[in-house]
């Protein structure tokens, strides 16, 4: 059934007052920004390391999430058991509790003084005050968000798809990186993209475990406390316009790579 433009005008002016809230608070940032300071932050050595740091420690989290995270994701939505409802509650607490409370968790689980800390201390990986320690917390915020996308993903998938791979005599590997991964790839994306963007900007979690090296969160809040809003404006705005230009980046591969397929 078609709608009717008018449908379509009611549900779109609906929905704007959400795009208008985001832009909102977004366009008056960028209004009231100092654009001379914007403009000299870009040279600053202290702000381009943040920036770079927030990017690449976010792409490892979700990196290391994907690797283990598929295979989980995938288990879950294709069986059913007793305690599926708690294990996936347990997946999804990172996205309940307070992130500072989700640092200190993370804290006290790889401090030098615990097991797991110790180990890594000894092997030369200090987790505290490091980068290992910001891809620990990003990693430990953002682990629902991959998960729940790719479960949901698998989930659009038919079994029947892949039993008659399996009854042609495909092997499971092959079955799972030849036809499911293939078939879920719209929703991994999403899932890789959205894990991302949760761990580039945490900033509750890597607080506790890291303050420094800082990275983009972290220096906002340093400049914000030390300067004043006139400071940390500049280094929000870059931080806003390297998401903003990620994620459109990701979005048009995305959506390229759909058309690429839906022609063939």
Same mark, same amino acid.
């Given at each position: #059934?078609?709608?009717?433009?008018?449908?379509?005008?009611?549900?779109?002016? #609906?929905?704007?007052?959400?795009?208008?809230?985001?832009?909102?608070?977004?366009?008056?940032?960028?209004?009231?920004?100092?654009?001379?300071?914007?403009?000299?932050?870009?040279?600053?050595?202290? $702000?381009?390391? !943040?920036?770079?740091?927030? $990017?690449?420690?976010?792409?490892?989290?979700?990196?290391?999430?994907?690797?283990?995270?598929?295979?989980?994701?995938?288990?879950?939505?294709?069986? %059913?058991?007793?305690?599926?409802?708690?294990?996936?509650?347990?997946?999804?607490?990172?996205?309940?509790?307070?992130?500072?409370?989700?640092?200190?968790?993370?804290?006290?689980?790889?401090?030098?003084?615990?097991?797991?800390?110790?180990?890594?201390?000894?092997?030369?990986?200090?987790?505290?005050?490091?980068?290992?320690?910001? $891809?620990?917390?990003?990693?430990?915020?953002?682990?629902?968000?991959?998960?729940?996308?790719?479960?949901?993903?698998?989930?659009?998938?038919?079994?029947?798809?892949?039993?008659?791979?399996? %009854?042609?005599?495909?092997?499971?590997?092959?079955?799972?990186?030849?036809?499911?991964?293939?078939?879920?790839?719209?929703?991994?994306?999403?899932?890789?993209?959205?894990?991302?963007?949760?761990?580039?900007?945490?900033?509750?979690?890597?607080?506790?475990?890291?303050?420094?090296? #800082?990275?983009?969160? %972290?220096?906002?809040?340093?400049?914000?406390? %030390?300067?004043?809003?006139?400071?940390?404006?500049?280094?929000?705005?870059?931080?806003?316009?390297?998401?903003?230009? #990620?994620?459109?980046?990701?979005?048009?591969?995305? !959506?390229?790579?759909?058309?690429?397929?839906?022609?063939?």
């Amino acid at each position: #059934m078609q709608r009717s433009s008018r449908e379509w005008l009611f549900l779109l002016s #609906m929905g704007s007052f959400l795009v208008l809230y985001i832009l909102w608070p977004l366009g008056g940032m960028f209004l009231r920004a100092d654009w001379g300071i914007v403009a000299s932050s870009f040279s600053d050595s202290e $702000i381009v390391g !943040a920036l770079w740091r927030s $990017i690449w420690t976010a792409a490892a989290a979700t990196g290391v999430i994907a690797l283990f995270g598929t295979p989980l994701a995938y288990f879950l939505a294709r069986n %059913t058991f007793r305690g599926k409802s708690v294990l996936e509650a347990i997946i999804d607490v990172p996205i309940m509790i307070p992130h500072t409370v989700a640092g200190i968790a993370v804290l006290m689980a790889f401090s030098p003084k615990a097991p797991a800390g110790a180990l890594l201390t000894k092997a030369g990986l200090s987790p505290v005050n490091s980068h290992l320690g910001i $891809i620990l917390a990003c990693m430990f915020v953002s682990i629902p968000f991959y998960v729940d996308a790719a479960r949901d993903a698998f989930y659009g998938v038919s079994p029947r798809i892949e039993r008659a791979a399996r %009854t042609l005599g495909a092997p499971f590997l092959s079955v799972f990186f030849r036809v499911s991964l293939p078939l879920a790839k719209k929703g991994l994306v999403s899932g890789l993209i959205m894990s991302w963007a949760r761990s580039v900007s945490e900033f509750g979690a890597v607080v506790i475990i890291a303050y420094h090296p #800082m990275v983009a969160p %972290t220096l906002i809040y340093d400049r914000f406390a %030390t300067f004043g809003l006139k400071y940390s404006t500049p280094v929000a705005v870059q931080l806003i316009l390297v998401c903003l230009g #990620m994620f459109v980046v990701l979005r048009l591969l995305a !959506a390229g790579k759909r058309r690429e397929d839906e022609e063939r």
